[in-house]
């Protein structure tokens, strides 16, 4: 599947987050400035400019590894993932609207259930736009919902919230506001699960990860980590960048490498993908 940020997107995010000169971005890459116009809105450039990118000198003005983010171009994904590893996580990619004629114009999220065969009840990452997949998972699969954790309350990751809590009146809910002043948070408990909370501002001021542990045959973690991060890419900072930078400086690029990471948007990946290809961790602000 695509990744969430093409090209275009990841340069203005790279703009904006390390404060970098537009003008002296365009003249690092030997581009025109209406070429450049056009690559940063469609992420896409014609054949004969495309190869007169300058991507070392671009990447070093930037300070990160320009190699990479002509990578990004040229379509590189992160390999896919397993599920067979992480038994009782289910990944729901759902939708603004429920069909549209193109893809572009469907607006996805990624909305994840972890589920125990202990006790035949699910948990909800991230309600997302639309309630019909994940309620026909728990249909088909005989499963009660227990709890609503969310990363963020961005109206994508929300829409569908008060379906659910229709559905499931004894659902509890979870957000920043039950973990607020507090340093550390136990982790909660839910069958052979571990679900450990923590606070991650920077996208939004209310970012709360959950880094999940317990998957049988598997001693590593999952992080859903909604927007602070997605694969090749960033969330954009619309609280803070120097929170956002923090957060993935201190709750993300800092664990275990195997870690796979769930992102509210675009594919899963791992921490050692994105330590080996995401153009922005090879900045020096986002070394740990
Ligand atoms: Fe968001």
Redesign the pocket.
């Known amino acids: 599947m695509q990744l969430e940020d093409h090209i275009g997107d990841i340069l203005r995010k790279m703009q904006s987050i390390f404060n970098i000169d537009k003008r002296a971005m365009i003249a690092a890459a030997g581009l025109e400035e209406s070429e450049w116009a056009g690559w940063i809105k469609s992420g896409t450039l014609s054949g004969e400019a495309f190869v007169r990118v300058k991507w070392v000198e671009l990447g070093n003005l930037i300070g990160v590894q320009g190699q990479r983010l002509k990578a990004i171009a040229e379509g590189w994904q992160p390999a896919q993932v397993n599920f067979e590893d992480w038994p009782g996580l289910v990944w729901i990619q759902n939708s603004e609207k429920e069909t549209s004629l193109k893809e572009s114009e469907l607006n996805f999220v990624n909305s994840y259930l972890l589920w125990s065969s202990d006790n035949q009840e699910a948990v909800l990452f991230d309600p997302g736009w639309q309630a019909t997949k994940t309620l026909d998972f728990l249909q088909k699969n005989n499963l009660k919902l227990s709890r609503i954790l969310l990363t963020?309350a961005?109206r994508?990751?929300v829409n569908a919230k008060p379906v659910f809590e229709r559905l499931f009146p004894e659902v509890s809910f979870f957000d920043h506001s039950s973990f607020k002043n507090l340093s550390s948070v136990p982790p909660q408990k839910f069958g052979s699960f571990s679900i450990r909370p923590c606070l991650a501002p920077g996208?939004?001021p209310d970012h709360v990860v959950y880094r999940v542990s317990g998957f049988s045959g598997n001693p590593d973690s999952a992080l859903i980590v909604g927007?602070c991060l997605f694969s090749g890419s960033l969330?954009f900072p619309f609280y803070s960048k120097e929170r956002l930078l923090d957060t993935l400086r201190k709750q993300i690029l800092c664990l275990p490498p195997n870690t796979l990471l769930c992102p509210?948007h675009g594919p899963l990946t791992t921490l050692q993908e994105e330590l080996d290809h995401n153009p922005f961790t090879t900045n020096k602000l986002l070394k740990c």
């Open positions: 963020h961005h994508d990751h996208h939004s927007d969330g509210g």
